[in-house]
């Protein structure tokens, strides 16, 4: 299966949270919170949302930091995905 979005809506697959820090520190599991850097998986095509245009300016394959509470978790194929409107994304990592 495939996941299309539609309108403005962009699905990120988050990025894995590092296990240990830089300086060498493991940190535990259970305090660890999911990280908000993501990897855009599909794009809508964007076009007119609630009367106003909308241009997309992500595209497939960017990193990006996305708002904490934002978006609808949905698991499919045993993988997770996140369903974002394109204004929840914060920005683009280049």
Same mark, same amino acid.
């Given at each position: 299966?495939?996941?299309?979005?539609?309108?403005?809506?962009?699905?990120?697959?988050?990025?894995?949270?590092?296990?240990?820090?830089?300086?060498?520190?493991?940190?535990?599991? !259970?305090? $660890?919170?999911?990280? =908000?850097?993501?990897?855009?998986?599909?794009? *809508?095509?964007?076009?007119?949302? &609630?009367?106003? /245009?909308?241009?997309? !300016?992500? $595209?497939?394959?960017? =990193?990006?930091?996305?708002?904490?509470?934002? *978006?609808?978790?949905?698991?499919? &194929?045993?993988? /997770?995905?996140?369903?974002?409107?394109?204004?929840?994304?914060?920005?683009?990592?280049?």
């Amino acid at each position: 299966m495939k996941l299309e979005p539609l309108g403005d809506r962009v699905v990120l697959k988050q990025l894995v949270a590092e296990e240990t820090t830089k300086s060498g520190i493991v940190l535990p599991g !259970q305090n $660890k919170e999911k990280p =908000q850097q993501a990897e855009v998986i599909a794009v *809508g095509p964007g076009g007119m949302v &609630d009367g106003k /245009e909308v241009a997309m !300016q992500v $595209k497939v394959g960017d =990193q990006v930091i996305f708002s904490k509470y934002s *978006g609808t978790e949905v698991k499919l &194929d045993d993988e /997770e995905f996140i369903i974002v409107k394109q204004s929840d994304i914060l920005a683009i990592i280049k």
